[in-house]
């Protein structure tokens, strides 16, 4: 296997065992021992067979006296797409459809209670390219688009939340949105990315406005669930919001490349669970999407994704991550419990002193 | 030596070689090269004689037309306390003079022009025990303590701006402080740490209030700099405020210990350099703290502090950690105007969308 298709954890069981591992993985991921989970034969066969990395952790809490374990199995999906770029739309999407039907499935057999796709997960990112009306066929109706109707009947089979992060066309206009699908098949509610980037060839604004829906955090059967779509977690006022909403759990569906801060990518959303005392749920694609630039006949782009999907608690300890290279579903078994537990530990939330900051910031908002 | 005496460094440059190792740093530190600085033999001779590790990592940045480099070499002094806690005081508070001094001599050997010493680095970290009338005399002025003359004079000598984390005595009233001395030994303004601990043994609002000072950016000769000390770190208001008042380099002097968050010691400090466009300099001391609680005959409590100290840039990429058990200095050579370039490049700060925030926390605190 090439270095660059190996994960931090490949690399690091290769070489290190015993006492150097453990202190590795206890200031590396916050403790010792990954608490695996058991995963059911089928699931690891079929898994296997699919060439799909399966994996499972799980993060305890204490019991408590007055309220029962609250635990809850989240689903993070990567994957790649299928076809090249150059295919009809509609071929393209159902067999991104195709792929992902079977890896719900598997997440299901798991018993996972939320799951969360990667961002425009039913589309090649092509928000790279720069072009629009050559790929506009991809952007769909949150309330009655194709992966909409998809994902509520899976959801409502496997009595499953989906967050389902789609390019959302609303009546003309487009938005980088999430839809939040409960287990009865009904959509929830939805989120609209609230930061742009405009990096390199990711130059977002010339699609879509930023976010107007604020920070929802959707009460699912399950628990308390928020997200905050990809470049939005640079920002730590971002995360901070949802965390004051009331959000048990974040996720972060991404689409990023490792030329745009990959060291970062495992900084980020740990340090906004730590800060805000939720669960975070980082999900990147992976695969390798070229694009051939339709209005400069001759020029095609490239870009590779790099999966690394993860978990991080409360209390900072983490998953490692999926593989950087190959679809994956990764499983975390949480009690929500901890959350409360570590605020009450940690009392970042009690010495916020947020009156004085919201004073502040107007303040320097006011000399500006 | 012991695992627990070991840096991530150590274990994987044991195990690691070649391109596996670049990719463990490209993925771990942000590149795959530590960009190691060129010491002096005098200097590295020196610090193996008296037990001191000295590491030196540089920052480049890219050529700008306008303006010219500016490079500085930061200073970062992490240390243990010299005598046991049963000692007078004040042959505590000389025996760590002593050695700071020493320590300082050092870094100036090595051409640093800033330099920033532990949190109330003149002391045991006493503020662990719950007693406050039995360590009284640690307490000192902020403009005329012995530590700000001591420092003050050598800040002089070697034309060398200090930060000087103190347990200040205003009057009668302690705070957690942070006093700023230009290269000219002149008391350039203080900082008082703004949001304190009640984790643990760790209940610091016995001592002191949260700091009433603000986010004080401090425009040296070398640099505009600021002081988020220890559970500051935690904040990312705190960080943020620093970063809008104009700061290029934010230290986070620190006194922690390994149960308190360990594996979020390299993420809190290295999301806030990235977040915010400016280095981050973390320290935290070394060696254990037995204390004799005299209130309570026979009871006494021991406290590890793990070291660690490292430099972060704008861009993500990080020194590797110093000693978790042995004094150390760290000089990183950075070029500021990396800050504005990854600003430029990121876009995080034009992306921020602060007038929205200010507004959405107002509502947030008045529903409250």
Same mark, same amino acid.
């Given at each position: 296997?090439? $270095?660059?298709?190996?994960?931090?954890? /490949?690399?690091?069981?290769?070489?290190?065992?015993?006492?150097?591992?453990?202190?590795?993985?206890?200031?590396?991921?916050?403790?010792?021992?990954?608490?695996?989970?058991?995963?059911?034969?089928?699931?690891?066969?079929?898994?296997?067979?699919?060439?799909?990395?399966?994996?499972?952790?799980?993060?305890?809490?204490? /019991?408590?006296?007055?309220?029962?374990?609250?635990?809850?199995?989240?689903?993070?999906?990567?994957?790649?797409?299928?076809?090249?770029?150059?295919?009809?739309?509609?071929?393209?999407?159902?067999?991104?459809?195709?792929?992902?039907?079977?890896?719900?499935?598997?997440?299901?057999?798991?018993? @996972?209670?939320?799951?969360?796709?990667?961002?425009?997960?039913?589309?090649?990112?092509?928000?790279?390219?720069?072009?629009?009306?050559?790929?506009?066929?991809?952007?769909?109706?949150?309330? /009655?688009?194709?992966?909409?109707?998809?994902?509520?009947?899976?959801?409502?089979?496997?009595?499953? @939340?989906?967050?389902?992060?789609?390019?959302?066309?609303?009546?003309?206009?487009?938005?980088?949105?999430? @839809?939040?699908?409960?287990?009865?098949?009904?959509?929830?509610?939805?989120?609209?990315?609230?930061?742009?980037? &405009?990096?390199?060839?990711? &130059?977002?604004?010339?699609?879509?406005?930023?976010?107007?829906?604020?920070?929802?955090?959707?009460?699912?059967?399950?628990?308390?669930?928020?997200?905050?779509?990809?470049?939005?977690?640079?920002?730590?006022?971002?995360?901070?919001?949802?965390?004051?909403?009331?959000?048990?759990?974040?996720?972060?569906? &991404?689409?990023?490349?490792?030329?745009?801060?990959?060291?970062?990518?495992?900084?980020?959303?740990?340090?906004?669970?730590?800060?805000? =005392?939720?669960?975070?749920?980082?999900?990147?694609?992976?695969?390798?999407?070229?694009?051939?630039?339709?209005?400069?006949? =001759?020029?095609?782009?490239?870009?590779?994704?790099?999966?690394?999907?993860?978990?991080?608690?409360?209390?900072?300890?983490?998953?490692?991550?999926? &593989?950087?290279?190959?679809?994956?579903?990764?499983?975390?078994?949480?009690?929500?419990?901890?959350?409360?537990?570590?605020?009450?530990?940690?009392?970042?939330?009690?010495?916020?002193?947020? $009156?004085?900051?919201?004073?502040?910031?107007?303040? @320097?908002?006011?000399?500006?």
């Amino acid at each position: 296997m090439e $270095n660059r298709e190996r994960s931090i954890k /490949n690399i690091i069981e290769d070489k290190l065992t015993g006492d150097q591992l453990k202190e590795f993985n206890r200031i590396y991921y916050g403790r010792e021992d990954h608490c695996t989970l058991k995963l059911n034969d089928e699931a690891i066969r079929k898994s296997e067979e699919d060439g799909i990395q399966l994996a499972g952790y799980s993060f305890k809490a204490a /019991n408590e006296d007055t309220r029962p374990p609250r635990v809850v199995k989240l689903g993070l999906v990567q994957h790649s797409i299928v076809l090249t770029t150059d295919n009809p739309v509609h071929s393209q999407r159902n067999a991104i459809f195709y792929k992902v039907k079977n890896l719900i499935e598997i997440a299901a057999s798991e018993g @996972v209670n939320i799951l969360c796709l990667q961002e425009t997960w039913a589309m090649p990112f092509f928000l790279c390219t720069g072009e629009k009306e050559a790929w506009s066929e991809f952007a769909e109706s949150a309330t /009655n688009g194709l992966s909409v109707l998809f994902l509520a009947e899976l959801a409502k089979k496997h009595g499953m @939340v989906i967050i389902s992060p789609i390019l959302e066309d609303d009546n003309g206009t487009w938005w980088n949105t999430a @839809v939040v699908i409960n287990e009865e098949g009904r959509i929830l509610g939805k989120h609209r990315k609230n930061h742009l980037p &405009s990096v390199g060839s990711f &130059s977002e604004t010339a699609y879509y406005s930023p976010g107007d829906l604020g920070h929802a955090v959707f009460d699912t059967k399950y628990g308390r669930i928020a997200v905050n779509i990809c470049y939005g977690r640079h920002h730590a006022l971002n995360w901070l919001m949802f965390g004051l909403n009331g959000a048990e759990v974040v996720f972060n569906p &991404s689409a990023t490349v490792a030329e745009f801060g990959e060291s970062f990518w495992g900084i980020e959303a740990r340090n906004a669970a730590v800060a805000n =005392g939720y669960f975070t749920c980082s999900i990147n694609r992976v695969g390798t999407e070229e694009f051939t630039i339709k209005t400069e006949p =001759g020029k095609s782009i490239s870009r590779n994704f790099y999966g690394s999907s993860y978990v991080t608690a409360p209390n900072g300890c983490r998953t490692p991550s999926l &593989s950087r290279v190959t679809d994956g579903i990764l499983v975390a078994e949480v009690n929500l419990n901890l959350c409360r537990q570590v605020k009450d530990q940690w009392g970042f939330n009690m010495t916020s002193r947020l $009156n004085e900051y919201a004073e502040e910031l107007n303040q @320097v908002l006011l000399q500006k």
